[in-house]
């Protein structure tokens, strides 16, 4: 078989008449319909097209909107007992994150069924969303503030307003506009946008900025900083939100290429030749290394070069990938394409969740369900069958 028919294969085993599983091992925690993943496996599953893959990420949104908190808040992972369903907002903290997935999810699905049905039964579930996200900014600033643990890197140190869910709630907005007009989500969307490119990145002549003082001390970086808050900048790279940036077309082109500049730069010098979480790594000794260490419920996995602390995820640069192609750089997507499917295929195709990327040693759970979709979703890609944007 070829990758792709492996990737598929692998969505097919996690696919359940629930949704997708984070993981076809069966370790329990991975066992769930987790928002993130869940959605992440059915964007791959509808450039694909597959019947069963399409109806799994169709059941994978029904059973979050089915146990949505009454406040809006979209689940983290809803686990079943037979038909007992356990519902979790979250670990340490509640996750900000799944929110904007799943109405990207609901407005994908849809842009590609063309199921307008579909889209008005889950639009009461996507405005409490969106209503929930408005109260999370707290001081109706425009930008959600975002506790620790409250998104994908649960056990990385950043907190405040993170650059990866503004960015997240940007592509949320910008999927419902595409079916419906609503003046005062449009406004939303503009609005964070223009918070975003005033804000994480220092620019001459640059005006409105939210925290003038913390700004003032910014450095010039060719990336978006991860994350601002009350205490000043948290200025590691994070390529998660810096994909997002570029498929979002956030900024201007010059700022999109000298982003592929600096990224390309970090993949070249590294051992798998992708991209890694976050960089660079927190060491012991370093300010961070006491929030690093604490910021996990029960064993420490971000050794550095490993998980989110400076860790190669196939999802993670799948995006990147995606990221390259929308920044008309089709041949390093293609380089990072083939460097996802060499770490899948490790140990008779295993799809681990994320390597080492120093060593190249393989971390976490096997068949881990978004490490086949960060292939699928580049690869489909690369054949300019795209997500709506």
Known sequence: MTSYQHSIELLKKVATERGFLASANDIANYRRVWARDGVICGLAGLLDGDKTLVEAMKNTLLTLA??????????????????????SFGGLAGRVDTVAWFIIGVCQYVYKTKDQDFFEQLKPAMMKGFEIQQSWEYNDGD?????????WADEYPTQGFILYDQL?????????????????????????????????????GSKNHYHPKAYSALKMTSYWVASLEPAGYQTQFDSFANSLSLLLKIGTTTDQKELVAYTENIRSTLNLQLMPAFWPVIKE??????WLTNNCKYEFRNYPYEFHNGG???????FYGIGLVYADEI????????QIDTLNQKENWSFYENFNSKTGESNGVPFCAWSAAG???????????????
Request: glycine share 4%.
């Open 66 to 87: 089915s146990h949505q908190h009454e406040r809006g808040m979209i689940p983290s992972n809803v686990h079943f007992d037979g038909n007992v369903p356990s519902v």
């Open 331 to 338: 041949e390093k997507a293609k380089e990072v394409l083939a």
């Open 285 to 290: 000794g370093d300010p961070d290394w006491q």
């Open 312 to 318: 190669t995820w196939q999802m993670v640069n799948g």
């Open 143 to 151: 930008l959600m503030y975002v506790p620790r643990s409250g998104n």
């Open 168 to 204: 997240l709630r940007i592509w949320a907005l910008r999927c419902y506009l595409h079916f419906e007009k609503e003046e005062t989500l449009e406004a939303k969307e503009k609005a964070i946008t223009a918070k975003v490119i005033a804000n994480y990145k220092k620019t001459e």
């Open 375 to 389: 292939s699928i979703l580049l690869k489909q890609t690369l054949t300019a069958n795209k997500l709506l944007i």
